[in-house]
């Protein structure tokens, strides 16, 4: 049996029960075999494959917390420190019903190699809670983040563990704990990103995570002479990520014509109305059944079906495994070119095998959507010199990270023999750093 094999059947029989993270571990070591099976004798001599997979520390605790009718609640928190080879540790809080261990080790996993493609000195990491702030009361979410937060504290620190936002921890949220974390250890540090700007945060970080994923698309198709001017564009989701997605969509002469949450999605011919977009989701916090109310002439359905829609770019930006082997059927019958990950892991591991068969061009989210995390790492670099950039000056540095990764990728694929597939090739180009890394520091 290959060294790979072992290692998965390894991973598959010690974490029982968590799907998400084995379907990750899966597809990024058997991406990997080109490189672990040239340097088999020594990676497994030094347990190199091991050390990667298994997190550097779990923490796993109750958040008990009073809601407005006086009643003690109890959720469990969760912060997976994975890997710090080449930082500290760096990512997201998920504030959400589905949130489990295995989901924080999937999302913590694939979080090493995002960081590493950044270019950027950070390890990775992930956090989050069952909690569901969604129809909760300011009062209550401040309860349940002081709580949170009066646990973790003990744990991270600006150059040891530098959690952020994620799904479910929005601004409010992340203004919490870090008055929280702040009254606790009694130092004002750049321990959170996704700061207010009022307090350390940084400019672009709230369109960082939409606006690179369309930097990488652009990065992409003009290397094969294209650009996005005149295509058409299916958006699934309609947070953070999909709203500031749609809007750089326009920008740079796209058409998005779709956007979903959990209970429906819409079908706008004429193009999302950004504005409307805005006002229902940040403004209102509603839901997308609204949208009618500003363009009659939209389509709203319940359910999902974004991926029905006739596109040249689909973007997947809401949770994991949305698109399945059905919807990646579709895309195909429907002409679809390019499938770029603006969510974490939101295609099933058979949807993105039937894509890459099928020849359409497939940006996995590890690339494409690490420019959130890459303007995390500027933002601490702001609060590190004590200066706040310009939204010119920390976007145009997105826009050059977004490129090298994008090119990275491209030639890692290309050394390996594995020309336009861009999974292999961001999977490989991550886990050189990491590896050189980990040899330089020896067995730890």
């Known amino acids: 049996m290959s060294y790979v094999d072992e290692v998965i059947e390894r991973i598959v029989k010690e974490n029982p029960n968590e799907p998400e993270f084995h379907q990750a571990v899966k597809e990024v070591l058997n991406s990997l075999r080109p490189v672990v099976d040239a340097n088999e004798e020594k990676f497994r001599k030094d347990a190199l494959l091991e050390r990667l997979t ?71 990491g992930k956090g989050g809670s069952d909690f569901d702030p969604k129809g909760k009361s300011d009062r209550e979410v401040m309860a349940f983040c002081q709580s949170f937060m009066t646990e973790l504290c003990k744990y991270i620190g600006a150059d040891t563990d530098v959690p952020a936002g994620d799904i479910g921890t929005g601004a409010r949220e992340i203004g919490y704990m870090f008055g929280q974390y702040k009254r606790i250890r009694g130092v004002y540090e750049g321990v959170l990103t996704g700061k207010g700007l009022s307090y350390g945060g940084s400019l ?46 326009y920008q740079l002469g796209g058409k998005p014509v779709t956007c979903s949450d959990s209970t429906g999605w819409v079908y706008d011919p004429d193009g999302i109305d950004l504005d409307a977009l805005k006002e229902i989701k940040e403004v209102k916090r509603a839901r997308l059944t609204e949208y009618r109310n500003y363009r009659p002439n939209a389509e709203y359905h319940e359910g999902r079906g974004v991926w029905t829609v006739k596109a040249d770019i689909a973007l997947p930006c809401a949770t994991q495994n949305e698109l399945n082997l059905e919807d990646a059927k579709t895309l195909v019958a429907n002409g679809t070119k390019v499938v770029a990950e603006g969510a974490n892991m939101p295609t099933t591991q058979e949807a993105t095998d039937y894509l890459q068969e099928n020849g359409i061009i497939f940006l996995p989210g590890k690339a494409a959507n690490a420019g959130g995390v ?41 050394k390996y023999g594995f020309e336009g597939n861009y999974v292999v090739g961001a999977n490989i180009a991550g886990f050189e750093k990491v590896v050189d890394a980990m040899n330089a520091q020896g067995i730890v």
């Open 374 to 414: 890459a303007t995390s790492a500027l933002e601490m670099s702001q609060n590190s010199e004590r200066l706040s950039w310009s939204f010119e000056e920390v976007d145009a540095k997105l826009q050059g990270i977004m490129a090298n990764i994008f090119h990275n990728i491209d030639n890692a694929a290309k």
């Open 54 to 124: 298994n997190p550097e520390r779990q923490l796993k605790f109750r958040v008990p917390w009073v809601d407005d009718k006086g009643q003690v609640q109890v959720n469990t928190g969760y912060r997976v420190q994975y890997s710090s080879a080449i930082g500290p540790y760096k990512g997201g809080i998920r504030l959400h019903p589905s949130v489990n261990l295995g989901i924080i080790k999937f999302l913590g996993f694939e979080q090493i190699f995002k960081n590493s493609l950044t270019g950027l000195p950070i390890g990775g």
């Open 204 to 249: 672009a970080r709230k369109e960082a995570t939409g606006y690179g994923l369309l930097y990488i698309v652009q990065e992409m198709l003009k290397s094969k002479g294209d650009s996005l001017q005149g295509k058409t564009v299916i958006v699934s989701g309609a947070g953070n990520v999909a709203t500031y997605a749609i809007e750089k969509a």
